[in-house]
């Protein structure tokens, strides 16, 4: 039997190639050396490598394939509710053959509740919500991804959400995707993204009473010294530096 390329309902191209994630999009950072080594930490012999960090840009469309029946039925739904799309929609994104809605934070619980009861969406379920931290995406610097699936139409879609590290905010969808319990307090736990709304948002892998948030990119590495063949080696945080 040979395997499906398009299988879930996807009619697009399974054999497409995605494009390079430096073409296009749009660059937030670019970083020099193997590691990202400063003051010339770099040993690894690639100090003069530079790379950008860009993050996908919007489409245009078609998008192809159910992608263009998701976002029309969405942004007809939206204008049902007397809601601009534009105003929701911060832009739509298709890369890696995938679709991902960026939406506004302050409209997110109403496009999941459309997302999730509009008969022609049906998106009953949210796996979970991932945090993303990009030092270098100033005014948004902390990403909420959630993973969208439809158990009716068998598509699976993303939202993600931005916000500053000065105030990093975002509405609850406990009350929409009751499965988001337990992921958005790990969110918070680890990226510190406070969740407005959630009924118990504490933490659920750290102690209480620990300090900051490990999985930010600018924490502090942290550890002990250790000792091997004779020789100390320092701990992380009194090695050379990483940007």
């Known amino acids: ?41 770099d040993t690894s012999g690639y100090g003069g490598l530079i790379r950008t960090v860009t993050l996908p840009g919007a489409a245009s469309r078609p998008y192809g394939g159910w992608f263009d029946e ?16 534009a105003n929701a929609i911060e832009k739509t994104v298709v890369d890696r053959d995938e679709l991902t809605f960026h939406i506004a934070r302050e409209h997110l619980v109403q496009v999941a509740r459309t997302l999730r009861d509009d008969p022609a969406l049906r998106f009953e379920l949210c796996t979970g919500v991932s945090g993303v ?12 991804v959630y993973h969208l699936r439809s158990l009716t139409h068998g598509r ?5 959400v931005s916000a ?21 307090r790990e969110a918070y736990d680890f990226f510190g993204l406070i969740f407005d709304g959630h009924p118990a948002l504490t933490r659920i892998m750290m102690p209480d009473d620990w300090q900051g948030f490990p ?22 945080d009194q090695r050379r530096s990483y940007s």
């Open 1 to 41: 039997m040979t395997e499906n390329p398009n299988a879930n309902g996807d009619e697009r191209n399974g054999n497409a190639v995605p494009a390079p994630r430096d073409t296009g999009g749009e660059v937030i950072r670019v970083r020099k050396g193997m590691f990202g080594a400063n003051n010339g930490g």
């Open 70 to 85: 998701v976002a029309d039925e969405l942004e007809g739904a939206l204008e049902e509710q007397d809601l601009l799309p």
């Open 133 to 144: 931290h990009f030092l270098g995406d100033k005014g948004r610097e902390l990403h909420a």
């Open 156 to 160: 699976i879609i993303r939202l993600e």
């Open 164 to 184: 500053p590290d000065s105030d990093p905010h975002i509405p609850s969808l406990v009350a929409v995707y009751p499965t988001n319990d337990w992921h958005e």
């Open 215 to 236: 999985q930010r990119k600018d924490y502090p590495l942290g550890g002990i010294a250790v000792e091997y063949k004779g020789a100390q080696i320092p701990a992380p």
